[in-house]
Nanobody, 122 residues
Framework: QVQFVESGGGLVQAGESLSLSCVAS????????FGWYRQAPGKQRETVAV???????NYADSVKGRFTISRDNAKNRVDLQMNSLRLEDTAVYYC????????????????WGQGTQVTVSS
């Protein structure tokens, strides 16, 4: 069973930045593709960004150029740097294993952490 612990969320104003982190409890972390996902109130969970085992990344159009996903295999950690935040980025953010580089696909597992709340105010 895999576990995810997300952190780093908070309340910021539009245009500011936040950095999220996710620690995944998996023994083969370096071989796994991970993604960041978010769910806004009343909306379905969506894929934000994906990072392959070799560092290749892909982003949803809504965050491209503003968000950067990265990984630290030594720490079993996946990060999400979020710049130029917008009101519509307000959501609970989660990490999970990604089944492919396709950002239109959801996560590969049903094991979700508690997530971290990001709230962007005007």
């Amino acid at each position: 069973q895999v576990q995810f612990v997300e952190s780093g969320g908070g309340l910021v104003q539009a245009g500011e930045s936040l950095s999220l982190s996710c620690v995944a409890s998996v023994t083969t972390f370096r071989l796994i593709r991970f993604g960041w996902y978010r769910q806004a109130p009343g909306k379905q969970r969506e894929t934000v960004a994906v990072i392959n085992w070799d560092g290749i990344t892909n982003y949803a159009d809504s965050v491209k150029g503003r968000f950067t996903i990265s990984r630290d295999n030594a720490k079993n950690r996946v990060d999400l740097q979020m710049n130029s935040l917008r009101l519509e980025d307000t959501a609970v953010y989660y990490c999970n294993i990604a089944p492919s580089m396709d950002v239109t696909r959801g996560a590969a597992t049903a094991y979700w952490g508690q997530g971290t709340q990001v709230t962007v105010s005007s």
